[in-house]
Structure formats: C-alpha cells, structure tokens
C-alpha cells in the first residue's frame, strides 16, 4: 500500500463509511498487483485454465425419495468472504450424486445470480465447516489447481476489479443479472507465482485484521460520545429545580461545538430542546399553577378526512390532495400532489385553513406514529385524505404550541401508548386525538416557548448543516488519497 494511504489511515477510516472503503481499497491494490513489491512475472489467465467449474444440483419435488439425507447449501449461505453455516437445509442423495455434488475443503463457491448488482458473483471459501455437504444449482463451485492459491481468487474476484468484471459479464438482455458456469470460465484473472500469491493474501489479511481494529477503536468511541451526549441531556430532563437546570443549560450551552459533533447527537438535542420547552423549563416565565390540563377536544375540532375510491361517480372539479407522504414531522411537503375529484359541497366539508394540524392516523413505524405539522395555505382549495385528522384549535395562538407538544417526547409518548392495538399494530383515531391531555400554557407564555424552541431548533440545524460541511470536506480529502493510491 502506498506510503500517502498508510500515513493517513485514520483521515481514511475516519471519513463517511470510511473502514469499508479503506477495506475496499485493500482489495482493489492486492488484485492489480500494487500491495506488496512484485517479485515474480504475473500471467492473465482465464479460470478456465488453472481451474474446475461446476454448477450445484437443483432441488426439485419430483425427485424420488431416498434414505440419505444432505446438508445443502443455498445462496442465502455464501456471503461475501464466509460461509453461513448456522440454518442449513438438507437434501436426499443418492451416493453417485453424493460423490459429484460434495464439497471439499479449499473449493470457492460463488453466487450464480442476484437481484442486487452490488452482490452479483460474491464468493467464499469452502473450509470443510461440515462433512458431506453439496450445493444448490444456483451456486457455482470453482477447485483451482496446484498452480493456484485459492484465498487470492477469492480476494481477487471479491475485490473491485473482480466484482466489476463479473458484474460486466452477468448482465443480461432483459436488464437482469446472472452468472453462469460459461461466463465464471471465461473471467481473466492475472496470476502471479504461487509464492506471491500467498503473500498478497497475508498482507491482505494483516491489513483486514488492522481495519478491523480501526473500526472497533471507532465503535468504542462512538459509543463514549453517545454515553456522554446522554448524560448532558439527561442533567437538563432531571433537574431538580430551576437553579439546578440553569446550572446543567449552561453546561451543555458551553460545548454545543465541541459535544454535538454528529446527526445522531444533535437529533437528540432537538428533542430534549422540544421536551424541556413543553415541560416549562425552558422559559421563565408564568408559574405552572397558572397553566391548565385540557383535553384537545376542549379547545379543538378534530376531523377525519376524506376516504378516495374509485367507485365514486366522476364530477368536474378536481381539488389537490393531501396524503400521508405529504405529512412529514413538523413540515408539509407539497412537491407531489395528487388531484381528487369532489363536489362543492365536498370542498367545503374538507377544505383545508391555514393554521390547521394534520396528525397522520397510522404508521408501520412506531416512531412516527402521530406526526403532525400545520397547514400554512401552501396551496388553494386543498382537502385531505382518510388516514390524516384534521385539528382545528378555536384559538389561533394555540396551533403552533399544540404542534410543538405533539412532536415533543412528551406528546409522541402518549399517542404512542393511545395508538397500540390489541393486534400490536398503530393505530390513532379522531376518538382518541379528542381524548389527549395537554397542559396549555396562557397565550403569552406559549409564544414564548415557541419563539424559544424555534430558535434552538434553527442553532440545531445551522450545527447539521455545519457537520455535513465538514463530512464532505474529509469524504473528498479521503477520495483524493484512495485516487491517488489507485493510479499508483
């Protein structure tokens, strides 16, 4: 590897998905004969020439029964670089099927086809995990001969240069991918003396077992962060009183730079900001004796929204239409919007006001379960469909805190615990958004608190936007060396 690569290995390992691209690397200099010093001539060669290739046994309901039964490899078994031995299913054989399907330590199994091209052709070494064990027609089984290392054709068609060929090689006229024992024969490999085979293949496992130690040290410190950021949140959510809390905010205020350095950190803080706020920590300001529990229904009109069907009798009139998509947390994005036909007094009925709060009724996920954002008007005339509720607060001042507490761990948490079925699935209703409590601030006191949490929420974003600065600039510092080292 070259000097430049070696010197800078954490700027590398470092970068996004960096580990696996400095893995990647590895591989790509061991298969165009750049990692270690050449000592020997290298000769390109087909498989072909210094191997056997054949294809696995195809399993089939027709076959008549037997009394010998198999451990058989599937695709789902052969990764990229190992063998998944831990589900194996069996098979019936006969002993002269036996015979020509066994596997025997040292043969390479490569995979025929995939839906995925990144994955086409991935191969593993058959170290004998088990005895007496065959494969499937869907994988191929390449034993090499004297002359060949097997380690380093699987390094070699596992690296880039290998993955590239066969994925050239696999297309198909219909756009799909497959491999075939023709084309696994016809792969030029370039060949160096069996001597310098075998020490590629070392030094491509000594700089494997260090990636793998880069990548553990990252872990490690990743997980310390993540214990610390939590800590800090935590001293804000458990603060005993407010001198306690004023104490803990400045902590956490001093090192915005130097602690939330990642998404995931900062994420974190947008939802603490958001849990304190509602809570009445943030802002000094009315006492909480002042403020009030209240279900929505008491300040609110909730609506469901309109159910689409392509019984209803056509009309002329077609009105934008909101979906489930359009409703992100805290955003309405109106870039694609369906068109509904309705009749006038159907537009009336769903109509959309600006200062409305579309909730959405159910998710596959339960984070996001129940997220709302308002309806600013972005567009005239539009409704929405049955799987968002509408709510309408009979004080305009209270939307925007109202939207607050419902995106707030806060209000997340109690939908989440109104929305679960006895099924286990998600699921709200207008019934049940009536239903929940909220501790409502005086008016004044609640644009306090958005005004508060919107600032911070916006001092988050600027530390995001400055964090992907920041990646982009060390993910093309890193590309730079890996282009560098591959040009030689």
Not at 316 to 331: C, I
Not at 452 to 465: G, H, I
Request: with cysteine; hydrophobic share 40%.
């Amino acid at each position: 590897m070259t000097a430049a690569v070696m010197e800078n290995l954490e700027l590398l390992a470092g970068a996004p998905a960096g580990v696996e691209r400095l893995r990647s690397l590895i591989l790509e200099l061991a298969a165009t004969g750049q990692l270690v010093a050449t000592e020997g001539e290298s000769r390109q060669l087909r498989i072909d020439e210094f191997c056997t290739v054949q294809g696995g046994i195809q399993k089939t309901p027709l076959r008549a029964p037997v009394s010998h039964h198999f451990p058989y490899l599937r695709v789902a078994n052969v990764q990229r670089g190992r063998i998944d031995v831990a589900s194996l299913e069996r098979y019936e054989l006969t002993p002269d099927e036996l015979e020509r399907w066994r596997l025997v330590p040292g043969d390479l199994l490569i995979v025929e086809g995939n839906g995925s091209e990144s994955e086409i052709g991935r191969c593993a070494v058959w170290r004998g995990e088990v005895s007496d064990c065959v494969y499937q027609n869907h994988l191929m089984r390449v034993r090499p001969s004297a002359e060949a290392c097997i380690d380093f054709l699987a390094m070699y068609l596992n690296s880039p240069v290998g993955s590239a060929h066969m994925r050239r090689l696999a297309i198909t006229t219909s756009g799909l991918f497959n491999l075939s024992v023709g084309k696994i024969r016809s792969i030029p490999v370039r060949l160096p003396p069996l001597p310098e085979q075998h020490r590629i293949v070392a030094k491509v496992d000594e700089l494997m077992a260090l990636c793998d130690r880069l990548e553990a040290r990252q872990q490690d410190a990743e997980a310390a962060h993540a214990r610390l950021v939590q800590a800090l949140l935590d001293s804000l959510t458990q603060a005993r009183d407010a001198e306690e809390f004023q104490t803990c905010w400045q902590r956490v205020a001093e090192q915005f730079d130097a602690v939330f350095t990642t998404d995931g950190s900062v994420d974190s803080l947008k939802q603490t900001v958001m849990q304190i706020g509602v809570e009445g920590r943030l802002c000094a300001g009315a006492p909480r004796s002042t403020w009030q529990l209240k279900t929505i229904n008491e300040f609110c009109t909730v609506q469901g929204g309109i159910q689409k069907t392509p019984l209803r009798a056509p009309v002329r009139h077609h009105f934008p239409y909101l979906r489930v998509a359009n409703v992100q947390r805290g955003r309405i994005d109106v870039a694609q919007l369906e068109r509904y036909e309705l009749a006038p007094d159907e537009l009336d009925r769903w109509r959309l006001y600006a200062g409305d709060l579309l909730i959405v009724e159910g998710n596959g996920s339960e984070t996001e379960i129940g997220r709302c954002a308002i309806w600013h008007g972005e567009v005239d005339d539009c409704v929405y469909q049955n799987h968002l509720m509408r709510v309408r607060p009979t004080d305009d001042d209270a939307v925007e805190y109202l939207a607050l507490y419902l995106n707030s761990p806060v209000g997340t948490a109690h939908m989440r615990r109104l929305a679960i079925t006895t099924s286990g699935l998600f699921n709200l209703s207008v019934g049940k958004i009536r239903s929940i409590p909220v501790e409502l601030p005086p008016p004044a006191e609640q644009r306090r608190i958005v005004a508060k949490v919107t600032e911070l929420l916006a001092l988050c974003d600027q530390l995001k936007a400055r964090i992907a600065a920041a990646r982009a600039k060390h993910a093309q510092l890193a590309e730079a060396l890996v282009a560098q080292a591959v040009a030689g």
